[in-house]
């Protein structure tokens, strides 16, 4: 393996005597997109913080580009590229202002920062919104405007913290596009999600996150691979939740490998869904869905499928 861009050894983090994070190692090689999935109050925020000399570890360490957090903080912040989970834009500076003034944090020169301006509007899909401020931009240009300054210092990794939360499904594909052109041209991106989907369609290898621990990390594929059966039917309708539970089916059951109920569906997960399909088909008003396990399935048998809470 090429030697890693970044990495973090053990760090570990505790808020009011709690563990957020907790012994956590991960190594980001050149070129690669390493996406940290895990429910609301994982850790990733807090990671990401740490990676970037915000919030200290208690244990751990932190090196990037040859240098070490935080003594070199300058020098690895000056190839970084960041985009919080807030947006952090200025309101009171128009689109192309708010790019000058993060380039001179830098010690960028303003004639250099002018001159990349309109390519960084340009990549943003906002070069009509020059001089817009933040306020009248939409949710989608907003995150586009953060990721445009984020690129600013033309830095060689981003870390970007759940970069399309919030967005319609348009200002999403706009937002992945962007950045499968970033990493086409060379750049690593770190960056955490709740959306399955994003996380399999850009991310070439994945960390698990749950209650700041990694519970799995590998190639999305490879993961649900070895979690998973390959397909699964859903199972939804009136008088489904009894197909999970009455001794009167406990022959269906036996044709899935393992049996799930989330909210009102009933997940069979099978080798091979044809028998199940065949038994199910006379049962008339139920529905189903027959599909090949995904990211999603992986995501809730690891980190179970109760819901957590913002905040
Ligand atoms: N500054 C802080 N002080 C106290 N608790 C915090 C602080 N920052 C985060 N936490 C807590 O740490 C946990 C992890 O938070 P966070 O890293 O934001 O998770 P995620 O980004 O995965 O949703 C949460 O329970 C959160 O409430
Ligand atoms: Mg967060």
């Given at each position: 393996?090429?030697s890693?861009?970044?990495s973090?050894?053990h760090?570990?983090?505790?808020?009011?005597?709690q563990?957020?994070?907790?012994?956590?190692?991960?190594?980001?090689?050149p070129?690669?997109?390493?996406g940290?999935?895990?429910p609301?109050?994982?850790?990733?925020?807090?990671?990401?913080r740490?990676?970037?000399?915000?919030?200290?570890?208690?244990t751990?360490?932190?090196?990037?580009?040859?240098?070490?957090?935080?003594?070199?903080?300058?020098?690895?912040?000056?190839?970084?590229?960041?985009?919080?989970?807030?947006?952090?834009?200025?309101?009171?500076?128009?689109?192309a202002e708010n790019?000058?003034?993060?380039g001179?944090?830098f010690?960028?020169?303003?004639?250099?920062?002018?001159?990349?301006?309109?390519?960084?509007?340009?990549?943003?899909?906002?070069?009509?919104k020059?001089?817009?401020?933040?306020?009248?931009?939409?949710?989608?240009?907003?995150?586009?405007?953060?990721?445009?300054?984020?690129?600013?210092?033309?830095?060689?990794?981003?870390?970007?913290d759940?970069?399309t939360?919030?967005?319609?499904?348009?200002?999403?594909?706009?937002?992945?596009?962007?950045?499968?052109?970033?990493?086409?041209?060379?750049?690593?991106?770190?960056?955490?999600?709740?959306?399955?989907?994003?996380?399999e369609?850009?991310?070439?290898?994945?960390?698990?996150?749950?209650?700041?621990?990694?519970?799995?990390?590998?190639?999305?594929?490879?993961?649900?691979?070895?979690?998973l059966?390959?397909e699964?039917?859903?199972?939804?309708?009136?008088?489904?939740?009894?197909?999970?539970?009455?001794?009167?089916?406990?022959?269906l059951?036996?044709?899935?490998?393992?049996?799930?109920?989330s909210?009102?569906?009933v997940?069979?997960?099978v080798?091979?869904?044809?028998?199940?399909?065949?038994?199910l088909?006379?049962?008339?008003?139920?529905?189903?869905?027959h599909?090949p396990t995904?990211?999603?399935?992986?995501?809730?048998?690891l980190?179970?499928?109760?819901?957590?809470?913002?905040?």
């Amino acid at each position: 393996m090429t030697s890693p861009l970044f990495s973090a050894e053990h760090l570990g983090k505790r808020f009011g005597g709690q563990p957020v994070v907790d012994d956590l190692s991960f190594a980001i090689a050149p070129g690669e997109c390493l996406g940290v999935i895990g429910p609301n109050g994982a850790g990733k925020t807090t990671t990401i913080r740490m990676c970037l000399g915000l919030t200290a570890p208690d244990t751990g360490r932190v090196h990037a580009f040859g240098h070490e957090m935080p003594r070199d903080a300058l020098a690895i912040k000056a190839r970084l590229g960041v985009v919080s989970q807030m947006d952090t834009l200025d309101p009171d500076f128009d689109c192309a202002e708010n790019l000058l003034v993060y380039g001179r944090y830098f010690g960028l020169r303003d004639q250099d920062i002018r001159a990349r301006i309109p390519h960084l509007l340009e990549f943003a899909a906002l070069s009509h919104k020059a001089r817009a401020k933040p306020g009248e931009l939409s949710g989608g240009m907003k995150r586009r405007l953060s990721l445009a300054r984020a690129l600013v210092n033309d830095p060689d990794l981003l870390l970007l913290d759940e970069p399309t939360t919030g967005l319609d499904p348009q200002a999403r594909h706009l937002m992945w596009e962007r950045l499968q052109m970033l990493l086409q041209q060379g750049k690593s991106i770190l960056l955490t999600t709740h959306f399955m989907d994003e996380a399999e369609r850009l991310c070439s290898r994945l960390l698990v996150l749950d209650h700041g621990r990694k519970i799995a990390e590998g190639r999305p594929r490879e993961l649900i691979a070895q979690h998973l059966e390959p397909e699964v039917v859903e199972v939804y309708g009136p008088g489904a939740l009894a197909l999970a539970e009455a001794p009167a089916h406990e022959g269906l059951r036996a044709l899935a490998a393992r049996v799930e109920v989330s909210g009102e569906t009933v997940f069979f997960y099978v080798p091979d869904a044809q028998p199940l399909l065949q038994a199910l088909a006379p049962m008339h008003p139920l529905r189903t869905l027959h599909r090949p396990t995904n990211l999603e399935d992986l995501f809730l048998k690891l980190t179970g499928r109760q819901i957590r809470e913002e905040g």
